[in-house]
Structures are given as structure tokens and as C-alpha cells.
């Protein structure tokens, strides 16, 4: 066992980063969740009221980053490395900057249709989000390490069906006849941002399994 691991282990647990990260991902899922009615309603007024709550969901998922960071100062010894924290901390950031800002654009773009795409990309970015969650929630106890690797599979499958839709969405934007071309990178600009929000959650990942091997 590592020296670092040891004194981990000797010294009193550090419960405030499992609360604080678990509050994190569950304000998260809610976003997604919303982002989720936001994408399946076709009413721009809707768009709108929704897009408010969400950007409210926003505030909290940034006060929570001050949160952890503040802890992290005053913290001696933290129960995963400080960096890991830090890092897992500002990709749940940038997943809900990404929700918020696509919700945004499609009130500021006056977009109100609900094409099926859009909504596939809402149902893989809830999906993915509810497989970190309830990673997140292993991480602390390393003896579910099977149990943690699935769930990073899992998002990594979720990914590469992003990445497929996306690729799809985009050529049949292009190769529509007659569509109004602002409204072609009206949309394209609103599936870029969802696809950079599910690659984000592979991001996240990536420090997962640092953080199983760390452990391990």
C-alpha cells in the first residue's frame, strides 16, 4: 500500500466531498432531465419558461463548484487526490454549461420543432448522466471497481451513439433541399453543442478510471 494511501487511511474520513460531488451529479441529472421536456415540447413559449428554470439549475451547479473548491483549500488531506476532485468537479461544470447554453440557443434562436434527433440526443445525454451519478456515488469505497468500470463502458458506448447520430444529423442538415441555410447552422450550432456536452461526459470518465487506478 502507497504512503499516501496509508495516511488516508489513519486519518478521520472526509465525508463533505462525497456529499458535496452526490449534490453535484444529482443537480445535473435534473438538468438533463429538464433538457430533456425542453427538447420534446414544440412550443417556444415553453422553450422559454423551461430554459429559465434551467439556467436556474446552472447558479446551483456553480455555487457547488465554489463549494468543493473552497473545501478543497481547506482541506489537509482529501479522500481522493486533490486533483481528481478538481477535475471531476469541472466536467460536471462543463456538462451543465453545455445543457444550459443549448437550451439558451434554442430560445434565442426561436427554434420551437422538436425533430426526433434532437430529442435522441436529450434521451443518450440523460442516459449518460444518470451512469455518472451513480458512478460518482462508487467512487469512495474502490471495492466496487467492477461496478464503477461498467458504468464508464457504459458512457463510452453512449458516446459513440452520439457521435453516429450526430454525424447523421449533420449530413441530412446539409443535404436538405430548400431549408432556409440560417436555419441549417441555426441547428447545426445547437448539435454541436449537444455533441460537445456527451463528449464531456467522456471526459469525465477518463478521470474515473485515473481514479480507480490510482486506487487501485
Known amino acids: 500500500m502507497k504512503l499516501d494511501s496509508i495516511v488516508k487511511w489513519l486519518m478521520p474520513k472526509e465525508e463533505r466531498f462525497h456529499d458535496l460531488l452526490g449534490r453535484d451529479t444529482q443537480n445535473l441529472l435534473r438538468a438533463a432531465r429538464l433538457f430533456g421536456q425542453i427538447a420534446a415540447v414544440a412550443s417556444l413559449e415553453e422553450r422559454r419558461v423551461k430554459a429559465v428554470e434551467l439556467k436556474s439549475i446552472e447558479h446551483q451547479g456553480d455555487q457547488i463548484t465554489r463549494e468543493v473548491f473552497e ?38 434562436f426561436e427554434l420551437d420543432e422538436s425533430p426526433e434527433a434532437l430529442r435522441q440526443f436529450a434521451e443518450i445525454l440523460v442516459h449518460m448522466i444518470e451512469a455518472i ?32 447520430l450526430y454525424n447523421t444529423v449533420i449530413a441530412d442538415l446539409f443535404k436538405a433541399r430548400g431549408r432556409d441555410p440560417l436555419e441549417i447552422l441555426k441547428w447545426k450550432e445547437i448539435y454541436q453543442g449537444l455533441e460537445e456536452a456527451c463528449d464531456a461526459c467522456k471526459d469525465y470518465t477518463h478521470v474515473l478510471g485515473n481514479v480507480v487506478t490510482k486506487n487501485a
Open 133 to 164: 451519478d451513480r458512478a460518482t456515488d462508487l467512487i469512495w469505497d474502490l471495492s466496487n471497481e467492477k461496478e464503477i468500470l461498467a458504468s464508464v463502458v457504459r458512457i463510452s458506448e453512449l458516446e459513440n451513439q452520439a457521435d453516429s
Open 71 to 108: 473545501a478543497l483549500n481547506s482541506t489537509f488531506i482529501t479522500p481522493l487526490d486533490r486533483e481528481d476532485i478538481r477535475s471531476l468537479t469541472k466536467d460536471l461544470d462543463d456538462i451543465l454549461d453545455y445543457l444550459e447554453s443549448v437550451a439558451q440557443s434554442l430560445v434565442i
